[in-house]
Protein backbone atom coordinates (compact mmCIF):
# COMPACT_ATOMS: atom_id res chain seq x y z
CA UNK A 1 0.00 0.00 0.00
CA UNK A 2 2.74 2.50 0.66
CA UNK A 3 4.53 1.57 -2.70
CA UNK A 4 0.92 2.26 -4.45
CA UNK A 5 0.66 5.53 -2.63
CA UNK A 6 3.67 6.88 -3.34
CA UNK A 7 3.49 6.03 -6.90
CA UNK A 8 0.30 7.48 -7.51
CA UNK A 9 2.05 10.56 -5.64
CA UNK A 10 4.81 10.56 -8.61
CA UNK A 11 2.30 10.01 -11.13
CA UNK A 12 0.08 12.85 -9.32
CA UNK A 13 3.56 14.86 -9.70
CA UNK A 14 4.53 13.74 -13.43
CA UNK A 15 0.76 14.79 -14.65
CA UNK A 16 1.02 18.25 -12.52
CA UNK A 17 4.42 18.87 -14.72
CA UNK A 18 2.67 17.85 -17.65
CA UNK A 19 -0.03 20.31 -17.17
CA UNK A 20 2.07 23.33 -16.33
CA UNK A 21 3.96 22.66 -19.84
CA UNK A 22 1.17 21.75 -21.61
CA UNK A 23 -0.94 25.52 -19.95
CA UNK A 24 2.73 26.86 -21.32
CA UNK A 25 2.57 26.06 -24.62
CA UNK A 26 -1.01 26.74 -25.20
CA UNK A 27 -0.22 29.95 -23.65
CA UNK A 28 2.28 30.36 -26.82
CA UNK A 29 -0.43 29.16 -29.27
CA UNK A 30 -3.09 31.55 -28.52
CA UNK A 31 -0.43 34.21 -27.78
CA UNK A 32 1.08 32.93 -31.65
CA UNK A 33 -2.39 32.82 -33.17
CA UNK A 34 -3.77 36.73 -31.27
CA UNK A 35 -0.36 37.85 -33.73
CA UNK A 36 -1.22 36.30 -36.60
CA UNK A 37 -5.08 37.37 -36.10
CA UNK A 38 -3.47 40.64 -36.26
CA UNK A 39 -1.70 40.36 -39.17
CA UNK A 40 -4.62 38.70 -41.12
CA UNK A 41 -6.66 41.69 -39.82
CA UNK A 42 -4.05 44.14 -40.87
CA UNK A 43 -3.13 42.55 -44.02
CA UNK A 44 -7.20 42.59 -44.58
CA UNK A 45 -7.17 46.32 -43.95
CA UNK A 46 -4.93 47.30 -46.31
CA UNK A 47 -5.81 44.89 -48.33
CA UNK A 48 -9.61 46.61 -48.55
CA UNK A 49 -8.07 49.78 -48.56
CA UNK A 50 -6.20 48.51 -52.05
CA UNK A 51 -9.14 47.69 -53.46
CA UNK A 52 -11.17 50.30 -52.77
CA UNK A 53 -8.65 52.73 -53.82
CA UNK A 54 -8.02 50.68 -57.26
CA UNK A 55 -12.71 51.07 -57.48
CA UNK A 56 -12.28 54.89 -56.99
CA UNK A 57 -9.51 55.09 -59.29
CA UNK A 58 -11.14 52.87 -61.87
CA UNK A 59 -14.51 54.41 -61.66
CA UNK A 60 -13.17 57.97 -61.66
CA UNK A 61 -10.89 58.36 -63.80
CA UNK A 62 -11.72 59.93 -66.93
CA UNK A 63 -9.91 57.27 -68.98
CA UNK A 64 -11.68 53.73 -70.23
CA UNK A 65 -10.79 50.74 -68.11
CA UNK A 66 -11.65 47.74 -69.65
CA UNK A 67 -10.82 43.97 -68.37
CA UNK A 68 -11.38 40.73 -70.89
CA UNK A 69 -10.55 37.43 -70.14
CA UNK A 70 -8.45 35.07 -72.92
CA UNK A 71 -11.77 34.20 -74.96
CA UNK A 72 -12.04 38.01 -75.53
CA UNK A 73 -15.34 38.45 -73.35
CA UNK A 74 -15.54 41.75 -71.52
CA UNK A 75 -15.42 41.39 -67.45
CA UNK A 76 -15.00 45.16 -66.55
CA UNK A 77 -16.25 48.25 -68.23
CA UNK A 78 -15.58 51.48 -66.19
CA UNK A 79 -17.96 54.39 -66.52
CA UNK A 80 -15.24 56.33 -68.75
CA UNK A 81 -15.70 53.47 -71.27
CA UNK A 82 -19.28 54.12 -71.28
CA UNK A 83 -18.64 57.74 -72.44
CA UNK A 84 -16.52 56.84 -74.88
CA UNK A 85 -17.76 53.89 -76.67
CA UNK A 86 -21.62 54.58 -75.54
CA UNK A 87 -22.32 51.03 -74.40
CA UNK A 88 -23.52 50.50 -70.57
CA UNK A 89 -21.45 48.12 -68.78
CA UNK A 90 -24.90 46.00 -68.63
CA UNK A 91 -24.55 46.39 -72.50
CA UNK A 92 -20.80 45.51 -72.50
CA UNK A 93 -20.03 42.75 -70.13
CA UNK A 94 -20.26 39.08 -71.26
CA UNK A 95 -19.57 40.52 -75.18
CA UNK A 96 -16.38 39.77 -77.28
CA UNK A 97 -14.66 43.01 -77.22
CA UNK A 98 -13.37 42.78 -80.93
CA UNK A 99 -17.14 42.01 -82.08
CA UNK A 100 -18.29 45.13 -79.82
CA UNK A 101 -16.24 47.97 -80.81
CA UNK A 102 -13.34 46.97 -83.03
CA UNK A 103 -14.00 47.75 -87.30
CA UNK A 104 -14.24 44.68 -89.44
CA UNK A 105 -11.79 45.58 -91.89
CA UNK A 106 -8.84 45.79 -88.64
CA UNK A 107 -10.28 42.32 -86.73
CA UNK A 108 -7.49 40.05 -87.78
CA UNK A 109 -4.62 43.19 -86.52
CA UNK A 110 -6.25 43.65 -83.46
CA UNK A 111 -6.26 40.01 -82.72
CA UNK A 112 -2.79 39.73 -83.06
CA UNK A 113 -2.32 42.51 -80.94
CA UNK A 114 -4.19 40.41 -78.41
CA UNK A 115 -2.23 37.42 -78.81
CA UNK A 116 0.68 39.43 -78.84
CA UNK A 117 0.08 41.10 -75.62
CA UNK A 118 -1.03 37.25 -73.46
CA UNK A 119 2.57 35.81 -74.98
CA UNK A 120 4.31 39.14 -73.81
CA UNK A 121 6.00 39.58 -76.84
CA UNK A 122 4.53 43.01 -77.29
CA UNK A 123 1.21 44.55 -78.46
CA UNK A 124 1.21 46.78 -74.55
CA UNK A 125 0.47 49.89 -76.69
CA UNK A 126 -1.57 50.55 -79.83
CA UNK A 127 -4.08 53.34 -81.91
CA UNK A 128 -6.50 52.37 -83.46
CA UNK A 129 -9.88 53.22 -84.98
CA UNK A 130 -12.81 51.94 -82.69
CA UNK A 131 -16.56 51.46 -83.57
CA UNK A 132 -19.20 53.38 -80.81
CA UNK A 133 -22.76 52.15 -80.30
CA UNK A 134 -23.85 54.94 -82.99
CA UNK A 135 -21.48 53.81 -85.46
CA UNK A 136 -19.58 56.59 -85.36
CA UNK A 137 -15.45 56.25 -85.69
CA UNK A 138 -13.06 57.68 -83.32
CA UNK A 139 -9.41 57.06 -82.60
CA UNK A 140 -8.22 55.77 -79.36
CA UNK A 141 -4.49 54.73 -77.94
CA UNK A 142 -4.75 51.44 -76.17
CA UNK A 143 -2.26 50.72 -73.35
CA UNK A 144 -2.47 46.95 -73.00
CA UNK A 145 -1.47 44.61 -70.13
CA UNK A 146 -1.63 40.71 -69.29
CA UNK A 147 -3.09 39.83 -65.99
CA UNK A 148 -2.28 36.60 -64.23
CA UNK A 149 -3.32 33.91 -61.77
CA UNK A 150 -1.23 32.83 -58.54
CA UNK A 151 0.23 30.10 -60.85
CA UNK A 152 1.57 32.29 -63.16
CA UNK A 153 -1.36 31.71 -65.95
CA UNK A 154 -2.15 34.42 -67.98
CA UNK A 155 -5.51 35.01 -67.39
CA UNK A 156 -6.97 37.95 -68.60
CA UNK A 157 -5.97 41.74 -70.20
CA UNK A 158 -6.44 44.99 -68.83
CA UNK A 159 -6.76 47.84 -70.98
CA UNK A 160 -6.22 51.70 -70.38
CA UNK A 161 -7.57 53.27 -73.75
CA UNK A 162 -7.94 57.10 -74.41
CA UNK A 163 -10.23 58.84 -77.00
CA UNK A 164 -7.94 61.06 -78.98
CA UNK A 165 -9.88 61.98 -81.93
CA UNK A 166 -10.61 65.42 -81.40
CA UNK A 167 -6.03 65.37 -80.10
CA UNK A 168 -5.55 64.04 -83.75
CA UNK A 169 -7.67 66.18 -85.73
CA UNK A 170 -6.44 69.25 -84.59
CA UNK A 171 -2.64 68.50 -84.58
CA UNK A 172 -3.02 67.25 -88.27
CA UNK A 173 -5.06 70.69 -88.93
CA UNK A 174 -2.39 71.97 -86.99
CA UNK A 175 0.38 70.77 -89.36
CA UNK A 176 -1.51 71.45 -92.48
CA UNK A 177 -1.64 75.24 -91.63
CA UNK A 178 2.00 74.89 -90.92
CA UNK A 179 2.35 73.35 -94.09
CA UNK A 180 -0.21 76.12 -96.27
CA UNK A 181 2.16 78.72 -93.89
CA UNK A 182 5.18 77.47 -95.33
CA UNK A 183 4.14 76.90 -98.99
CA UNK A 184 2.82 80.69 -98.59
CA UNK A 185 6.40 81.75 -97.15
CA UNK A 186 8.21 80.13 -100.30
CA UNK A 187 5.72 81.33 -102.91
CA UNK A 188 5.97 85.11 -100.97
CA UNK A 189 10.02 84.89 -100.90
CA UNK A 190 9.67 83.43 -104.77
CA UNK A 191 8.18 86.15 -105.97
CA UNK A 192 9.95 88.95 -104.43
CA UNK A 193 12.90 87.47 -105.98
CA UNK A 194 12.11 89.11 -109.36
CA UNK A 195 11.54 92.87 -108.49
CA UNK A 196 15.01 92.36 -106.28
CA UNK A 197 16.68 90.74 -108.87
CA UNK A 198 15.55 93.77 -111.33
CA UNK A 199 16.24 96.61 -108.51
CA UNK A 200 19.68 94.74 -108.30
CA UNK A 201 20.14 95.31 -111.99
CA UNK A 202 19.20 98.74 -112.57
CA UNK A 203 21.00 100.07 -109.71
CA UNK A 204 24.13 98.11 -111.70
CA UNK A 205 23.12 99.79 -115.10
CA UNK A 206 22.67 103.45 -112.83
CA UNK A 207 26.29 103.57 -111.79
CA UNK A 208 27.48 101.91 -114.36
CA UNK A 209 26.13 104.64 -116.96
CA UNK A 210 26.08 107.54 -114.38
CA UNK A 211 28.89 107.02 -111.83
CA UNK A 212 30.09 110.41 -113.78
CA UNK A 213 27.45 112.52 -113.56
CA UNK A 214 26.27 111.81 -109.78
CA UNK A 215 27.60 113.19 -106.60
CA UNK A 216 29.03 111.43 -103.88
CA UNK A 217 25.88 110.87 -101.66
CA UNK A 218 24.14 109.74 -105.08
CA UNK A 219 26.71 107.15 -105.74
CA UNK A 220 26.74 106.41 -101.55
CA UNK A 221 22.56 105.62 -101.87
CA UNK A 222 22.84 103.27 -104.86
CA UNK A 223 25.75 101.41 -103.95
CA UNK A 224 23.49 100.83 -100.56
CA UNK A 225 20.04 100.32 -102.38
CA UNK A 226 22.47 97.70 -104.45
CA UNK A 227 23.89 96.31 -101.10
CA UNK A 228 20.50 95.84 -100.01
CA UNK A 229 18.91 93.96 -102.92
CA UNK A 230 21.92 91.43 -102.96
CA UNK A 231 21.36 90.92 -99.22
CA UNK A 232 17.84 90.49 -99.40
CA UNK A 233 18.11 88.16 -102.56
CA UNK A 234 20.47 86.10 -100.58
Known amino acids: LELTVKELEKAHEKVKNFNEKL ?22 K ?22 FDTNSIIQRWNTAAEIIFGYTAKEAIG ?16 NEVIDDVFNETGGTIKQNEN ?3 SG ?11 IKDENNKVIGLTSIVEDVTE ?28 P ?9 ELLADNKDKLDEEGI ?15
Not at 196 to 204: C, D, F, K, N
Request: proline share 2%; glycine share 2%; charged share 30%.
Open 131 to 133: ITK
Open 220 to 234: FCLKRLQSNAQRMHK
Open 46 to 67: ELFEKNQFFEKTVAGTPLAFIY
Open 95 to 110: KDIVDLIVPKEIVAEI
Open 136 to 146: RRILCRWHNAE
Open 23 to 44: KVKIEEKTQTLNASKKTLEKSE
Open 167 to 194: RTKVAQDLENSNQSLQDLVYIASHDLQV
Open 196 to 204: LVSMEGYTA
